[in-house]
Nanobody
């Protein structure tokens, strides 16, 4: 499975962004996909996740209520829409995919990772 992330950049605080992650290869084997982020000097943390079927989503408390993860089955693409951006959202964002998980935001259950995309929120 190959993952290609896009959509990062410089955004003003209070603004919005949408990240995209396109999956290719053995996508039939994917059970779930997620977005993680890593700020300088911090651990990589889960932001949001969705099952390949799109029926289950889960969000970190820090983004809940202002973020939406969604999936376009026809395009094998997962999106992360984030609104009301804050300076603390500044990080490198990574998309990831896994074959199975009982907790779709658990980092260890992801087997494939895309390249990171930088998101910088200016205040």
């Amino acid at each position: 499975v190959q993952l290609q992330a896009s959509g990062g950049g410089l955004v003003q605080a209070g603004g919005s962004m949408r990240l995209s992650c396109s999956a290719s290869g053995r996508t039939f084997s994917i059970y779930h996909m997620g977005w993680f982020r890593q700020a300088p000097g911090k651990e990589r943390e889960s932001v949001a996740a969705v099952t390949w079927s799109g029926t289950i989503t889960d969000y970190a408390d820090s983004v809940k209520g202002r973020s939406t993860i969604s999936k376009d089955n026809a395009k094998n693409t997962v999106y992360l829409q984030m609104d009301s951006l804050k300076s603390e959202d500044t990080a490198v964002y990574y998309c990831a995919a896994g074959h199975w998980s009982s907790d779709i935001r658990r980092r260890g259950d992801y087997a494939y990772w895309g390249q990171g995309t930088q998101v910088t929120v200016s205040s």
